[in-house]
Structures are given as structure tokens and as C-alpha cells.
């Protein structure tokens, strides 16, 4: 028989539903024994001691995307998928993201061609929609849903890349046609703007503010028009970064009305507060985005929703700004909360982040971290069986942590480009220290060994979760609308 390219030895492997004491063999890029005893290796890794776990899934990064203003994001494909590699993340769904006026074909292409020459993870893209207009949605979308974009995402708010409830049903039924999944930035526009006037009519200016003026409601009140358009169709959704308890019980409502709607949120509003914002000067900006960190109370609302299976993923949703005029201060060195670009870097920090709260301080267990951060987002966004679990015949794509090392988080030790960290001074327990994509060790030794532009592009078929659930809205529903056909 011929011998395993590498057998990892003696670890603890852990799946979304087992932990097993085995040793785990690979062979060319894939998975090909899982087991005791395993006949040795042309290479092998000693994992005494040490957890066997998925490579993460990290289904909601920016990377190298231009802002509706023109601004770059700090990161290239290179810098992030590195930063992600180092933090245990061997997947990373990104964005497309069309800008009004531009061909959504030539902005996949360019995205496509930044991620060829540096990505060192796999990687997908999400396209964002910005200008649904008839061409895109009849001439562009089809192709470049069949090639593999099988996710679009859109926006309520922001004045340059909202959709109104009308253009938002256009895109919902575009989705539905071409069986593609819709995730959706869901807060409400007006409460936004008419917030943000009121506080810089008062002079209040500062970072801090801009939690304010992203009033609580505006998510629940977003949340429930998306869900009630979605199921006029019966298109399933995903509601991106969940940030409030408000929010996170309209989802659980809709679910339990068979609403097919999918939800996630991110370590920023795990484990950060509004408080964060209120520093001096300007340096709570490092902390804006958007939504804003909100209350200890909707810290403990969102672990319920995700114990529950409301939420069902824990993405980064990293979009990383230089604290420089190349991005937080692009305005200037006074801008108020207005002119200060959202975001936080997080591709890195988000696996150790959750591991040590949910493992190490012994909040969750290994199953359900390797679900919500590998297994549940491949399999939402149609990359599962190849990705998010070890089974024979997946990738190869393992992070072998070493659930006793502490690591600080600070602005000098962390990577990628923004310069600085939010979660900097915080300590965690866990972290992932040799990194396997497809069979080749990436990791080791705090080394990154793969080259720019070693990352594949994962096509994606529209999955199961972009399946209609069947059950047609009155409206739609021939048998009592009057046999309209709509
Ligand atoms: N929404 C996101 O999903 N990411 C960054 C900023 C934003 O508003
Ligand atoms: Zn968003
Ligand atoms: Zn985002």
C-alpha cells in the first residue's frame, strides 16, 4: 500500500458533531483516513496534546474592496488571507462589490484578478449589489451565478449603495430564478440619517456617537421588512451581522413561522461594547462599524440566539481602515463620526477569539466552535462537503491548536495592514499553530509558507440553503390568488 503523504499523530480531532482521539492521514490534497493506529506517513505531524480541527470558514470579509466613497480597504488578498491563515481560517468568502453605474461582470473579473495574484487561503466571492438595474439582473447575473457567485449581497442602508423596498424585491426575485442566496445589511435608513443630522446639529461629534446614531430599533424594524419581502416570494435570506437582542428575536420569530432565514453575527458584538467607542480624540474610531457595538445585555442575547440556532455562523466581517489619512482620517484630522470610514480588522482574531471564550473558558464545546466558525458557514454558502468539516475525501484544510497557548493581542504583533487591532491588550487561551490548506503545512513556526496567488477560487453552486422552502406566499399562491400567475 502506498504510504500517506502526512498522517497527523495522536491529536484530539474534533467535527461539528464528534471529538475522537485519532490519528488523521492525508494524501495529495484531501483527507483519506481518519483513525487509530495509522500506518506512517512520508511526513508526520506529532499531534499529542493538541486539537485536530477544520480549517475556519470565514463567510463576511472585505478584502481589497473599494468603499462607496473610493476608499481602499487596508488589506490586499495577500496581507489578509495571510492574517486569516496565521489566525486558522483556510477559507475566505469575500466581496465583488458593484458601485452604481459599473458592470457587475467587470467588477467579478477585477475582483477575481486581485484574488488570483494574492490569495494564500481558498476563497469565494459574494457579490455586492449596488445598481440592480435590468441589464445586471437579466444579462449579467445569470452567468455569473452558474460560474459560482451563488451569494449577493445588498444594503438598506448607506446612501450610496441602499436599495429601496422596490429594488430589494428585484433582487430577491432575481435570487430566487437563479437559486442563489441573499444576504442583506439590514438597518433602517431614515432612523440613520435623521439620528446622525440631530447629533452633528448638537455638535456632537466624536466616534462615540456614531453608536447613537445607529438607533437599536432601526436593526429590528430593517430585519422584519427584509424577512416580510423575502417571504412574499418565498426567497431565502441571510441577515448579516446581527447586533441587537431586538434583532436577534425577529429572526428567531420568522424561523418559527418557517421563514427560511439564516443569521450571523461577529466577535465585535460578542465580546465589545459601545463603551469601546468612548475614548479620547478620535481613537474610538479604531472601534466604529457597522452596526455599532451595542450593550452587555445583547452580548448575552446573541449567545442564547447562537445556543438556540437562530444564528447559525460567527463570521469576522473584517474591513480593515488604517488608522491614517489612508482610512479612518481620509477627512481629515477632525472628522466627525460621519465622515470616519466603518470597519474593524478581524480575519485574524476571530477563531482564537471564540475558541478561548467557548473552549477554553469552557462556554460552548469544541462541536459547536467548529459549527458555527467552519462546518455551518460551508455549508450555508455551498462549500460543504469539500470544506468546514474533516471527512475523508474534504480538503485537507486542518488548524492544529495548541489549547494552551496565551497570546496578547497587540497593535505590533498582529497581522495585516490596518496597523492596529481592536482587540489589542486582550488575552486569549488557544491558538491554532500549524495550518494545513489542502495538505500543504502554511503555517508553522509563526512562518507563513505558501505563495501569493497559491489560493484556489471555490465556484460555488447555489446550495440548500438557497432553496425556496415551497411554501408560496397568498399572493403567490395560485390556489387562492385568483390563478394568477405572477
Ligand atoms: N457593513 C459590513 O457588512 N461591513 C463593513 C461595514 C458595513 O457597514
Ligand atoms: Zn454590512
Ligand atoms: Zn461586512
Request: net charge neutral; hydrophobic share 40%.
Amino acid at each position: 500500500m502506498q504510504a500517506f503523504d502526512l498522517v497527523i499523530r495522536g491529536g484530539t480531532v474534533a467535527t461539528a458533531t464528534d471529538v475522537m482521539q485519532a490519528d488523521l492521514a492525508i494524501s495529495g490534497e484531501t483527507i483519506a483516513a481518519i483513525g487509530c493506529d495509522l500506518p506512517a506517513g512520508q511526513r508526520e505531524i506529532d499531534a499529542r496534546g493538541k486539537l485536530v480541527l477544520p480549517g475556519g470558514v470565514d463567510s463576511h470579509a472585505h478584502v481589497e474592496q473599494l468603499s462607496a466613497s473610493g476608499l481602499m480597504n487596508a488589506d490586499t488578498f495577500e496581507s489578509a488571507t495571510a492574517a486569516a491563515a496565521f489566525g486558522g481560517t483556510t477559507t475566505v468568502i469575500s466581496f465583488a462589490a458593484q458601485h452604481v453605474g459599473m458592470s457587475l461582470s467587470k467588477v467579478v473579473e477585477n475582483y477575481h484578478r486581485l484574488a488570483e495574484r494574492g490569495a494564500v487561503v481558498d476563497y469565494a466571492f459574494h457579490m455586492i449589489l449596488a445598481d440592480p438595474t435590468e441589464t445586471v439582473l437579466k444579462q449579467e447575473l445569470p452567468p455569473l451565478i452558474k460560474d459560482g457567485h451563488s451569494s449577493l449581497k445588498v444594503f438598506m442602508t448607506y446612501d450610496r449603495l441602499k436599495l429601496d423596498d422596490e429594488r430589494l424585491l428585484d433582487v430577491l426575485a432575481a435570487a430566487r430564478e437563479n437559486h442563489a442566496l441573499v444576504m442583506v445589511h439590514a438597518e433602517n435608513h431614515g432612523m440613520i440619517t435623521w439620528m446622525s443630522k440631530r447629533l452633528l446639529a448638537r455638535g456632537l461629534r466624536a466616534p462615540k456617537y456614531h453608536a447613537l446614531s445607529h438607533p437599536r430599533g432601526g436593526e429590528a424594524e430593517a430585519f422584519t421588512r427584509v424577512i416580510a419581502c423575502a417571504a412574499l416570494i418565498d426567497q431565502p435570506i441571510m441577515i448579516y451581522h446581527v447586533s441587537t437582542a431586538e434583532g436577534a428575536a425577529v429572526i428567531r420569530r420568522a424561523r418559527g413561522e418557517g421563514r427560511k432565514v439564516f443569521a450571523e453575527t461577529c466577535p465585535q458584538y460578542l465580546f465589545m461594547t459601545k463603551a469601546d467607542l468612548d475614548r479620547p480624540g478620535l481613537e474610538g474610531a479604531k472601534w466604529m462599524c457597522s452596526p455599532p457595538l451595542r450593550e452587555a445585555s445583547d452580548q448575552a442575547a446573541l449567545w442564547q440566539a447562537l445556543a438556540l440556532g437562530d444564528l447559525q455562523t460567527v463570521s469576522s466581517d473584517h474591513a480593515p481602515y488604517a488608522f491614517d489619512e489612508t482610512g479612518k482620517l481620509a477627512a481629515g484630522s477632525d472628522p466627525s463620526f460621519k465622515q470616519i470610514a466603518n470597519g474593524l480588522p478581524g480575519l485574524e482574531a476571530r477563531l482564537p477569539l471564540l475558541f478561548s471564550a467557548m473552549v477554553s473558558e469552557g462556554g460552548f464545546d469544541l462541536p459547536r466552535f467548529v459549527a458555527w466558525t467552519a462546518t455551518q458557514p460551508a455549508k450555508i454558502y455551498g462549500l460543504h462537503p469539500r470544506k468546514g468539516s474533516i471527512a475523508i475525501g474534504a480538503d485537507a484544510d486542518i488548524a492544529i491548536w495548541d489549547p494552551r497557548k496565551r497570546v496578547t493581542f497587540g497593535d505590533d504583533t498582529v497581522r495585516g495592514r490596518a496597523g492596529y487591532t481592536p482587540w489589542t491588550g486582550r488575552t486569549v487561551q488557544g491558538w491554532p499553530v500549524s495550518v494545513l490548506r489542502r495538505g500543504e503545512v502554511i503555517v508553522e513556526d509563526s512562518r507563513l509558507g505558501a505563495a501569493p496567488g497559491s489560493g484556489r477560487f471555490l465556484a460555488r453552486p447555489g446550495g440548500v440553503a438557497a432553496e425556496p422552502t415551497g411554501r408560496a406566499s397568498p399572493e403567490f399562491d395560485q390556489r387562492i390568488n385568483f390563478q394568477t400567475r405572477l
